[in-house]
């Protein structure tokens, strides 16, 4: 009987433990797991660049301070070294049509050429444009444009801001607009290789854009962060008045006096120069050249190659990254589908 009742006491402990202990499946109502499907996730996970760095095809280079360099072989490196890296579109120095510097651009487009580099070249009105000598400055254009015809020129640029050198009595800006206009239906007649364009100052795109650009293809402009107005401003402007197909950049760069003017951290400077490539491409413009390749003795602290020969990190993170993603790309919602103990995390780019 003694171990009947410890036996019937072992039975009661154990069927009390299994009562207690027993793990019920809880049923989940399916509002409750569709509210769980559709929680915010408020985490921005870094989703990382893998893409290999690519050039933008629109993107070109000014050498104009290389037709200074004495040593041929020299300048000839950094034009293969540009062809290389994929700027197929040079342009060259935009010489005062009186002076010597026109035979040295001419020296450096023929080499370029040579070498298959898309050539923009062209010759621009000096310091002071007056009436008495806009007719040298005519010649010269039409000159110009007949040796670009002849040698490979692939696009002849009438002139640089050339609103920006009237004396303002004899020559005004209105009327050196209509000369302009009026050289470029001569020199359609000439140079047939390809656009015609001009690099108008950035305060006379608003005359331009009411003037009109007449037989002139491609109505351009010199662009940099630290110059004059809003350089966003002048793009919209530009487009405006002339759209996408007939707009472009001839010279673009954080700031024309110099990078550390702009910054002296180079990789400020490579994030501002990202931010003009990012706005010049989503604004429909085919085309923006970086002003410029070199560092020299007459214009230092401009170039992206420096005077020690190291690249500034806007080379390598900025122009030949022109067409890669360049930062992490933030979900615009994420969505979490989970229940208790798990934490699955679904994407949604």
């Known amino acids: 009987m003694r171990y009947i009742g410890i036996i019937i006491l072992l039975v009661l402990c154990l069927t009390l433990l299994l009562l207690t202990g027993c793990i019920v499946n809880p049923v989940i109502p399916e509002t409750a797991i569709g509210n769980l499907e559709n929680q915010e996730n408020t985490e921005e996970p870094i989703i990382e660049n893998t893409e290999e760095p690519v050039m933008w095809s629109g993107l070109g280079i000014d050498i104009e301070n290389l037709v200074y360099i004495e040593t041929i072989p020299e300048f000839d490196s950094y034009v293969d070294t540009l062809l290389a890296n994929g700027f197929t579109q040079i342009r060259v120095k935009i010489a005062q049509y009186y002076s010597d510097d026109v035979d040295l651009s001419k020296t450096a487009a023929l080499r370029a050429i040579a070498k298959g580099a898309e050539v923009i070249w062209g010759v621009d009105g000096g310091s002071t444009i007056t009436a008495t000598n806009w007719s040298s400055f005519r010649q010269a254009i039409l000159d110009a444009a007949q040796w670009a015809q002849d040698n490979g020129v692939y696009e002849f640029l009438l002139g640089n801001e050339e609103d920006d050198r009237v004396d303002g009595t004899t020559m005004t800006q209105a009327q050196i607009i209509v000369n302009l206009k009026a050289v470029a239906t001569d020199v359609q007649a000439i140079f047939t290789r390809g656009n015609i364009s001009y690099t108008c100052n950035?305060?006379?795109?608003?005359?331009?854009?009411?003037?009109?650009?007449?037989?002139?293809?491609?109505?351009?402009?010199?662009?940099?962060?630290?110059?004059w107005g809003n350089w966003k401003t002048n793009i919209t402007n530009l487009i405006a008045g002339f759209g996408t197909d007939h707009t472009g950049i001839t010279e673009f760069s954080v700031s024309g006096n110099g990078l550390d003017n702009y910054s002296t951290d180079e990789a400020v400077q490579a994030a501002g120069t990202i931010e003009m490539i990012e706005y010049i491409k989503a604004s429909g413009m085919t085309r923006a050249f970086y002003f410029c390749y070199t560092d020299t003795s007459w214009l230092p602290g401009r170039g992206v190659l420096k005077a020690d020969g190291t690249y500034r990190l806007l080379w390598s993170q900025a122009l030949l990254n022109s067409e890669s993603v360049k930062f992490a790309t933030v979900p615009t919602k994420t969505t979490i589908a989970s229940l208790p103990g798990t934490q699955l995390h679904l994407y949604q780019e």
């Open 202 to 227: 950035s305060f006379a795109i608003s005359d331009w854009v009411t003037a009109g650009r007449g037989d002139i293809d491609i109505l351009a402009s010199n662009v940099y962060i630290n110059g």
